[in-house]
């Protein structure tokens, strides 16, 4: 039998869960955070909101300097989930994955992962579901799962 995972992560966390031979919740294998996104957050709720340009004499919000900061952190997130990965796929401790990310994370993973991760992934949802249960989450991404499990 084939071994599926699912990595559900944000630009903060990241969980890998393993569906289970039988059951109906998501078993987890593997969590990892960057500590810094929190306090990215933290500085970007309670810094100032953005420079300010004038052009015509009318002031306009422009997009923040954190806000550049925030995504290449994002990006190097992405780089740490993806690299893990891989390692994990070389050490074939799973065959097959799902992978549920915020969007913009997902798009930065998509970037970075490579062809043997990208191989295995069989299915990616764009959703930032990092704080769904593993039961809630295995009923979303395996529907069907539910019924063989009562079986």
Same mark, same amino acid.
């Given at each position: 039998?084939?071994?599926?995972? *699912?990595?559900?992560?944000?630009?903060?966390?990241?969980? +890998? @869960?393993?569906?289970?031979?039988? $059951?109906?919740?998501?078993?987890? *294998?593997?969590?990892? !955070?960057?500590?810094?996104?929190?306090?990215?957050?933290?500085?970007?709720?309670? $810094?100032?909101?953005g420079r300010r340009?004038? $052009?015509?004499?009318?002031?306009?919000?422009? *997009?923040?300097?954190?806000?550049?900061?925030?995504?290449?952190?994002a990006r190097v997130?992405?780089? =740490? +989930?993806?690299?893990?990965? @891989?390692?994990?796929?070389?050490?074939?401790? /799973?065959?097959? +994955?799902? #992978?549920?990310?915020?969007? =913009?994370?997902? $798009? /930065?993973?998509?970037?970075?992962?490579?062809?043997? *991760?990208?191989?295995? +992934?069989?299915?990616?949802?764009?959703?930032?579901? #990092?704080?769904?249960?593993?039961?809630?989450?295995? =009923?979303?991404?395996?529907?069907?799962?539910?019924? !063989?499990?009562?079986?």
């Amino acid at each position: 039998m084939k071994t599926t995972w *699912v990595l559900v992560a944000d630009e903060a966390i990241a969980r +890998i @869960l393993e569906k289970p031979r039988k $059951g109906s919740e998501l078993k987890p *294998v593997e969590e990892f !955070t960057d500590p810094d996104a929190h306090a990215r957050e933290r500085e970007l709720r309670n $810094g100032p909101h953005g420079r300010r340009a004038s $052009g015509n004499g009318n002031p306009q919000a422009t *997009v923040s300097a954190s806000d550049s900061e925030r995504h290449q952190h994002a990006r190097v997130f992405a780089a =740490r +989930i993806a690299q893990r990965l @891989l390692d994990l796929r070389r050490e074939k401790r /799973y065959d097959e +994955i799902h #992978i549920v990310a915020a969007p =913009r994370l997902l $798009g /930065y993973l998509r970037e970075e992962f490579h062809q043997e *991760v990208s191989s295995a +992934i069989v299915d990616s949802l764009d959703k930032d579901l #990092i704080h769904e249960s593993n039961a809630d989450l295995m =009923r979303r991404l395996f529907p069907t799962s539910r019924a !063989t499990a009562t079986s």
